[in-house]
């Protein structure tokens, strides 16, 4: 009967035994006969037997004691953590002067009779300007096509002209041949309308609705493409009409030959770049377009575009928003005066406090004057003075608690922290609450202002990319299950597994993490490393289904932020001199072909034999998407193991379990990989793939063939 209570300490009578006759040649190296007839063996078997009853009945304390033991040594249930997404806002028209959406603004879902709205608010102020385009700088590829040196010729003067003829290109053009965009001010997070006049036919030997032309910006380490990903370009054309017209690649000039318009949207992670021309060194935001082939057998320009004119006009920006909502400030009552007097907030669980921010999100005590004192947040008192303004709030109860007076060995009694003045108002600045997998809404659901701010310059708003990142609390039955764990690495990362363990407690996005050490040999886990290299696959929502790129690439500067929070969190904690890089994975793009036979039915009308069909297709490909998972998927449910190579005979066993499947014919894979530019390239097809140790296989579209036999 398997036992109700927790078990605390796993070790038996034998374990003991084994441990202490292993540390006999560290301590009493004279100590050789180890037989069970020496006296001291005896002894130890007579210790170890007294120390296995003390076991037997510390593990059979109740779960409540178990808890109790967990939250002596600072072990508390994981707070809900809220979903981020990006927002976007597309202005009504072109701004002539900055505007500004304040921090806080609320956007939520449409709210149906069966689930309630779901509400963002935005994390930080969203400034949109008016761009000012200040230099316009020619780059000629010399040395041919694919050279890495270019002749740079500026022709900003020419910007103000009525009508300029601007060649962007050389004569004839040459691949990598680029003309640059320089703005006064950095345009992160932007949406600019690039209205540009054109020779007419200038080129016409391209293939004018998919031009060989490239659009890029500066991210503050590379050019990165500024087209977004596909999904969220047919997302933004369905909701701007605008859009709809200029085609999938938002450029309606048909490769600079004619007048027209190309939207620019400007990720956040842009950053200003100095381009050197004639020894002047040019600071400015740049963004470039650049002639390059993205196909071998694509058309290129046999002749160089000439532009008239450059007018550029911001029509929206984005902001990053959170699963969350703004309580203002609360009142927490009048103080007692007496010491380690607690308080509740009215919304909780409350979310981690912003002192980033002006007012920052914390405690306020009535000096008696009608003014109030900002107090400090602290994880403890376990440092704090008599005079210090500190205290503590629980983020899962709302709970506020501040010093307490104790009752030293000496007799003495100290205070640890200030208490607040008898019959003082105590309030709370504001603070936010929310989170929870249900945060994790999908793209263009956010589109109702909740904000009493006045949006009316705004024409709508919405999320082109889905939530991710929403956590429920951990459960208690998980809290359980992660004790050991917390006692085991004591806060402090020595191998490879304590490493992956505290870099998934150092942020809800991590999912999973690879360990790669070098300088400890691999087959001892408990040698410390010098040089350790963490992968994290960052946690999804999508399980069934394709994973978008986006959520397992992640955006630049959420990657950045991840990667940060993790190094930050491990180098308080691993020894000094430990070399610690935290990246990505590698990620393999796996497509699957697979030919099923079931038996006929000759009995089904047609449109039921397609439906029969679409349903076993439909499970067939469910069931690969859940197995070739990233986070989930694997044998064990785990996630795909990083390094395992994917097989037939992995799959086979998948497929075989689908309804009325006879059996499986045959299993192809194929890699797919990505351009520069998010074009898709399919490889071809293989009888199994194999992965390095960096990296983790995940599904792209499968194809599932089926035959009636």
């Known amino acids: 009967m398997r036992p109700t209570t927790p078990i605390i300490d796993p070790r038996t009578f034998q374990d003991l035994v084994d441990e202490a006759k292993r540390r006999i040649p560290q301590y009493c190296p004279e100590w050789t006969d180890h037989n069970v007839a020496d006296p001291g063996i005896t002894l130890i078997e007579l210790f170890a037997w007294m120390v296995d009853l003390l076991l037997y009945r510390l593990n059979q304390v109740p779960e409540r004691d178990y808890l109790k033991f967990l939250e002596l040594i600072g072990a508390r249930p994981e707070p809900a953590v809220p979903a981020s997404t990006e927002l976007t806002f597309w202005l009504t028209a072109p701004l002539d002067e900055t505007k500004v959406i304040r921090r806080g603004t609320e956007i939520a879902t449409r709210q149906t009779e069966t689930r309630p709205e779901i509400t963002f608010t935005t994390d930080t102020d969203l400034r949109i300007r008016t761009p000012v385009l200040r230099y316009c700088i020619l780059a000629r590829q010399k040395g041919g096509a694919g050279g890495d040196s270019y002749q740079y010729e500026d022709v900003s003067a020419r910007l103000g002209w009525e009508r300029a003829e601007i060649m962007v290109f050389q004569e004839p053009p040459a691949e990598g041949d680029a003309f640059y965009l320089g703005f006064q001010e950095n345009l992160a997070g932007h949406v600019i309308r690039l209205n540009v006049r054109c020779e007419t036919l200038r080129a016409p030997n391209i293939n004018q609705d998919d031009p ?21 370009v047919n997302l933004l054309r369905q909701i701007e009409p605008e859009c709809a017209e200029l ?41 470039r377009c650049r002639a390059a082939r993205r196909r071998p057998d694509e058309r290129f320009y046999d002749g160089s575009p000439i532009v008239h004119a450059f007018h550029p006009e911001s029509i929206g920006g984005m902001v990053m928003a959170s699963h969350a909502i703004t309580i203002p400030t609360e009142e927490l009552g009048r103080s007692d005066g007496t010491p380690g007097q607690s308080f509740s907030l009215l919304n909780p669980p409350i979310l981690p406090r912003r002192t980033d921010i002006d007012p920052p999100e914390t ?63 105590i309030r709370f600045t504001h603070y936010r609450s929310g989170g929870g997998a249900v945060g994790n809404v999908g793209r263009g659901t956010l589109v109702v202002p909740k904000s009493a701010q006045d949006l009316s310059y705004v024409k709508w708003v919405a999320n082109l990319a889905p939530a991710t990142g929403g956590r429920d609390r951990e459960s208690i039955e998980a809290f359980k299950l992660r004790g050991p764990r917390i006692v085991r690495t004591r806060e402090v990362a020595v191998t490879r597994s304590d490493y992956e363990i505290l870099a998934r407690e150092a942020s809800p996005q991590a999912a999973r993490v ?39 690439e992640l955006p630049g500067e959420v990657r950045r932020e991840l990667c940060r929070k993790v190094r930050a969190y491990l180098e308080e904690r691993c020894p000094l001199g430990t070399e610690l890089v935290v990246s990505l994975p590698d990620y393999r793009w796996i497509s699957i072909r697979a030919r099923l036979i079931i038996p006929a039915r000759p009995d089904l009308e047609a449109v039921d034999r397609e439906r029969r069909h679409q349903r076993i297709r439909d499970e067939a490909r469910r069931r690969l998407y859940r197995f070739v998972h990233p986070v989930t998927g694997g044998p064990d449910g785990n996630g795909w193991p990083f390094g395992r190579s994917l097989t037939p005979g992995d799959i086979y066993p998948i497929l075989q379990a689908v309804e009325e499947v006879r059996y499986v014919e045959e299993v192809r894979f194929r890699v797919v990989t990505f351009d520069a530019d998010g074009s898709r390239r399919i490889g071809p097809d293989e009888r199994m793939v194999r992965l390095g140790d960096t990296e983790v296989a995940c599904s792209d579209d499968h194809e599932v063939e089926i035959i009636e036999e």
């Open 212 to 232: 060989p032309l490239t659009w890029e910006f500066w991210n503050g380490a590379a050019w990165a493409p500024l087209l977004p990903p596909s999904e969220e």
């Open 247 to 287: 085609g999938p690649r938002l450029d309606n000039t048909r490769g600079l030959n004619r007048d027209g318009r190309i939207i620019l949207i400007v990720p956040r992670t842009c950053a200003l770049y100095e381009l050197r021309v004639d020894n002047r060194a040019l600071e400015a935001c740049w963004i």
């Open 363 to 425: 405690v306020e005590v009535d000096r008696g004057d009608g003014q109030f004192e900002r107090w400090i947040e602290v994880e403890d008192f376990s440092s704090s003075g008599p005079t210090d303004p500190h205290f503590v709030v629980d983020s899962l109860t709302g709970e506020v608690r501040f010093g307490p007076r104790l009752r030293e060995p000496n007799g003495q009694e100290r205070q640890y922290g200030r208490v607040p003045p008898k019959n003082r108002l």
């Open 514 to 552: 690879r360990c790669l050490a070098v300088g400890a040999p691999p087959e001892t886990d408990g040698a410390a490393p010098r040089h350790i290299r963490l992968l994290i696959v960052p946690a999804v929502p999508t399980r069934d289904e394709k994973v978008p790129r986006n959520q397992l």
